[in-house]
């Protein structure tokens, strides 16, 4: 885990409002998966980004989730207008340009009240 | 429809002895397969990997064995130590050509070591 930073750790929403989770990769990583996961599953991938561009976003629900990975700064994961059903902890890895190895962040466990 | 299946949800040893932790996919284009270990409130943290054209990759105490023909691997964890108490998942990736990697999971076995 060490290197991939998360912030915040735990975030609290009410119904409608919106959540924005940030992921720094670690030094030298370009690439960055999120994914969540819900009580008592496996993580499940979201979204895949390089620099400025998403390349995979197979697995983010249509509506209210979008991602951002800008040149400067840490990718953003945004959920808008969140409901109870988005209460889970969501994980981002890094990755180097090349090869299937992914180092996790320690995640943000979003509690919608 | 779940691709990667861990079968037991939760397994107990004894301090010494060995671990066992079996993971079976449906996919045939998988061709990369990791096991993560998750301790609460932190995230995953990579332990071992082995690639479909090997059966068996080893690192220390950690060794991964994979049955192509029966899309079958386990985790062999000897001797078991109770700091290896943890969620163990099997993840396994496809990759086409490009650079995406994403990683399809398993639920998770939670080994208990017990001293």
């Known amino acids: 885990n060490a290197g991939v930073m998360q912030n915040p750790r735990h975030l609290v929403r009410r119904r409608g409002q919106e959540a924005r989770l940030r992921c720094s990769p670690m030094?030298?990583?370009?690439?960055v998966y999120w994914y969540r996961q819900l009580p008592e599953e496996g993580l499940k991938f979201m979204v895949y980004?390089?620099?400025?561009?998403?390349?995979?976003e197979s697995g983010m629900p249509k509506e209210r989730f979008s991602a951002e990975f800008p040149k400067e700064g840490p990718s953003i994961l945004r959920i808008q207008q969140v409901v109870r059903g988005d209460s889970a902890a969501y994980f981002c890895?890094?990755?180097?340009?090349f090869g299937p190895g992914q180092y996790f962040g320690p995640g943000t466990r979003l509690t919608v009240t | 429809d779940q691709q990667v299946k861990q079968n037991s949800p939760s397994l107990s040893v004894q301090e010494g002895r060995i671990s066992i932790l079996n993971c079976d996919y449906t996919n045939s284009m998988f061709d990369y397969f990791l096991w993560y270990k998750k301790y609460p409130a932190e995230g995953p943290t990579f332990l071992i990997s082995i690639s479909s054209i090997k059966d068996k990759n080893e690192d220390g105490r950690f060794t991964v064995f994979l049955n192509k023909s029966a899309k079958h691997l386990s985790l062999h964890i000897v001797p078991s130590q109770p700091g290896d108490s943890a969620v163990y998942f099997c993840a396994a990736s496809t990759n086409s050509g490009g650079s995406n990697y994403k990683l399809t999971f398993g639920k998770g076995t939670l080994l208990t070591v017990n001293p």
């Open positions: 890895a890094s990755s180097p340009p």
């Open positions: 980004l390089q620099k400025e561009n998403i390349i995979d």
């Open positions: 030094k030298g990583h370009s690439h």
